[in-house]
């Protein structure tokens, strides 16, 4: 029994060190995230704020809004959204005028997911702006999508417009072959960066067939938000 005992303490004796560390290394890292979280989030808000801004270049004041089956709301924390909600950005130019409403959009690319911002304008029902808050993709090819200027064309007026019941878009936003762009809901690829241009496509036709049902039917209430 000795014997077993002796030859036992030792690994016990590991093990309950292993587990101490590890315990000791869990707080730290939950320490550290809780810690770091409120900077990580303020980031994340800025860089927003700045696409919100680039996209629209009017903006003045930008008010963040829940958008659900049963209208919208003023959001006092996107980060606690209801179930089944959408987050988008209301914005007012000097006048206090809706200048267009904001939204994001995000679909897996080659390396990340590719999350950009757009905009959209009440008048023309279309998308009339991007700009990117966060890409992993390469170098040189898929971040063309922030400065080939063709590309960019695709979205000075991409029709988003809903069908006659509002229930979804008319027709689904499509990134196709480069040069064989015929109407205007699609968007004319990328030579040489079509899996970065089609996440760009996919990410805005999945976020605007699930918001704009929910937003549209409520503008009015975002011109008179008084």
Same mark, same amino acid.
């Given at each position: 029994?000795s014997?077993?005992q002796? &030859?036992n303490?030792p690994s +016990?004796?590991?093990?309950r060190?292993l587990g101490?560390?590890s315990?000791?290394c869990?707080?730290i890292?939950?320490?550290?995230? =809780?810690f770091?979280?409120?900077?990580v989030?303020?980031? %994340?808000?800025l860089?927003?704020?700045r696409?919100v801004?680039k996209?629209?270049?009017?903006a003045?004041?930008?008010v963040p809004?829940f958008?659900t089956?049963?209208g919208?709301?003023v959001a006092?924390?996107?980060?606690?959204?209801?179930?089944?909600?959408v987050? +988008?950005y /209301?914005?007012?130019?000097?006048?206090? %005028?809706?200048?267009?409403?904001a939204?994001?959009?995000? #679909?897996s690319?080659?390396?990340?997911q590719?999350r &950009?911002l757009?905009a959209?304008?009440?008048?023309k029902?279309a $998308?009339?702006?991007?700009?990117v &808050? #966060?890409?992993r993709e390469t170098?040189?090819?898929?971040d063309? $999508?922030?400065t080939d200027? /063709?590309?960019? =064309?695709? +979205?000075?007026a991409?029709?988003?417009?809903?069908?006659a019941?509002l229930q979804?878009?008319a027709?689904?936003?499509?990134?196709?072959?480069?040069g064989? %762009?015929?109407?205007?809901?699609?968007i004319d690829?990328i *030579?040489g *960066?079509?899996?970065? #241009?089609k996440?760009v496509?996919r990410g805005i036709?999945e976020?605007a067939q699930?918001?704009?049902?929910?937003?549209v039917?409520h503008?009015d209430?975002l011109?008179n938000? #008084?």
């Amino acid at each position: 029994m000795s014997d077993t005992q002796e &030859i036992n303490t030792p690994s +016990f004796a590991m093990v309950r060190t292993l587990g101490m560390v590890s315990v000791i290394c869990g707080i730290i890292i939950v320490g550290v995230y =809780q810690f770091t979280l409120p900077a990580v989030n303020a980031n %994340k808000k800025l860089a927003l704020e700045r696409q919100v801004f680039k996209v629209l270049p009017n903006a003045r004041k930008v008010v963040p809004y829940f958008a659900t089956t049963g209208g919208i709301a003023v959001a006092e924390d996107t980060d606690k959204a209801p179930a089944g909600s959408v987050v +988008f950005y /209301a914005v007012y130019d000097a006048a206090d %005028k809706l200048a267009g409403i904001a939204a994001e959009a995000s #679909s897996s690319g080659y390396a990340d997911q590719v999350r &950009i911002l757009y905009a959209y304008d009440v008048a023309k029902q279309a $998308i009339t702006g991007i700009g990117v &808050i #966060s890409m992993r993709e390469t170098p040189g090819i898929g971040d063309k $999508i922030l400065t080939d200027k /063709a590309f960019l =064309q695709n +979205f000075e007026a991409l029709d988003v417009h809903l069908s006659a019941d509002l229930q979804g878009l008319a027709n689904a936003v499509k990134t196709v072959k480069h040069g064989t %762009k015929t109407n205007p809901w699609q968007i004319d690829a990328i *030579a040489g *960066a079509t899996v970065t #241009s089609k996440a760009v496509g996919r990410g805005i036709n999945e976020s605007a067939q699930n918001l704009l049902p929910k937003l549209v039917p409520h503008l009015d209430k975002l011109r008179n938000p #008084s």
